[in-house]
């Protein structure tokens, strides 16, 4: 597969879908922190900048493109923004990058935003969306977009589902829009974002208003992994956390292995440094919110691009942890979410009493919440290390890894489907 990354950031397609075999064959960014890493780290891709001063001469000159992916600003529909929605300034590139996709021939587009969108401007910036994708004026259904669906058009099948990276090994709560669209022969494959069930029916092209229908869960909700009506409803499945240690292999379809969060010195470090004891777990949680949404997997990551963010707030995700009094000084202790309640009282105001400790994440954990490899932000820029604030801001803006991933191996399942298909 060929693919073009347009808003590319810190290029999260490529480390996705590089271990798939797949080429990049370019990117579109204009942040300077973000170029220099793009720079740094994929040196022979060509950067095509602003997306809205492409050409077609540009994207015809590329050669085959095979698909065009791009997580359009978010800040418009975001509910840590102004909610200026899709015809906002930042999120309205969503249809230049339409432009450049229809442009390039490519079978595929896949497009990934927040759930906010769907509820912009009751449910018609989305309407807009889908239906810019797929060809045809949308109406917005009765009770609202579903969280997983399809449209079909005179242009495209367009499929989209929520997916939360909690449930693909981060230990992050982060649920984001993503929508596929296949302007090729979809009926000869199964779904990619959708279960195979879950696509009934067949509408008529047609440029009239339709109603768009939802997916149905294929299995039971009482179980299951990836991919099933369990995980889309809220079912939980332990989660790696902030620290990814080798502990063998990761099938993120069919196993998920916890590993020990932060830790100092081998695999069950605790208090005293010997690894005997009780691993030291943290409690993440935004600290704007005084901790009313502290828990075990971290809030979601943000780029804090809005008015009012501090420039190195690391997302305002924090941890907390308790102190004893040591020898040695301070050492961290484990302690759960109940403990940490109690110890405050039940207060929804602090989560943190006396005896305990708060720092931001660093970025190298910020790194580990998104799938992106240690330190690979921590690139040379205007002559000095990538500064903590612009890591923050491009892995708040990115994607999560391993979903990514996901959808890429889905991709292909679908096409090696249709291919085994059609030579029977």
Not at 222 to 232: A, E, I, P, S
Not at 351 to 377: C, D, I, K, W
Request: with cysteine; glycine share 14%.
């Amino acid at each position: 597969m060929r693919y073009l990354s347009l808003f590319s950031g810190l290029e999260g397609a490529s480390l996705a879908w590089e271990p798939l075999g797949w080429t990049c064959v370019a990117v579109a960014e204009t942040d300077p922190a973000c170029c220099a890493v793009l720079d740094c780290r994929w040196p022979g891709v060509p950067n095509l900048g602003d997306v809205t001063k492409i050409t077609e001469e540009q994207v015809k000159g590329l050669g085959r493109i095979d698909l065009v992916v791009f997580g359009s600003p978010c800040q418009d529909v975001s509910i840590a923004g102004k909610r200026a929605g899709m015809g906002g300034k930042r999120s309205g590139l969503f249809f230049d990058a339409m432009r450049v996709v229809r442009w390039s021939g490519a079978r595929f587009a896949l497009w990934e935003n927040v759930p906010g969108v769907f509820s912009d401007n009751a449910g018609r910036g989305f309407a807009a969306v889908a239906g810019e994708m797929a060809g045809v004026r949308v109406d917005v259904p009765d009770g609202g977009w579903r969280s997983a669906g399809f449209l079909l058009g005179p242009e495209a099948l367009v499929e989209w589902r929520i997916l939360d990276a909690q449930f693909f090994g981060l230990a992050q709560r982060r649920r984001r829009v993503f929508a596929l669209r296949d302007s090729g022969d979809w009926q000869g494959r199964p779904p990619v974002l959708l279960e195979p069930e879950s696509l009934r029916g067949h509408p008529a092209p047609s440029r009239e208003a339709r109603e768009v229908a939802p997916a149905i869960p294929a299995r039971s909700l009482g179980g299951g992994g990836l991919g099933t009506g369990f995980d889309c409803d809220g079912g939980h499945i332990a989660s790696n956390c902030l620290n990814a240690g080798a502990m063998g292999r990761i099938d993120y379809e069919t196993e998920t292995l916890i590993t020990h969060t932060l830790r100092a010195d081998g695999f069950d470090a605790s208090e005293d440094g010997t690894g005997r004891g009780t691993p030291i777990v943290p409690v993440a949680f935004s600290c704007k919110d005084h901790g009313a949404d502290a828990g075990e997997l971290a809030p979601t990551l943000r780029a804090m691009g809005h008015d009012g963010s501090h420039a190195n707030a690391g997302g305002q995700v924090a941890v907390a942890f308790n102190l004893r009094g040591r020898d040695g000084g301070s050492m961290p202790e484990c302690d759960d979410l109940a403990s940490i309640r109690a110890a405050s009282g039940g207060s929804s105001r602090s989560y943190v009493s006396g005896g305990m400790a708060v720092r931001r994440l660093t970025p190298v954990e910020a790194e580990r919440l998104q799938g992106v490899p240690e330190n690979f932000t921590l690139v040379p820029y205007r002559g000095k290390p990538m500064a903590d604030s612009s890591r923050y801001k491009m892995l708040g803006n990115g994607f999560a890894i391993p979903v990514l991933a996901w959808i890429g191996r889905r991709i292909e399942e679908a096409l090696r489907t249709a291919a085994g298909e059609e030579r029977e």
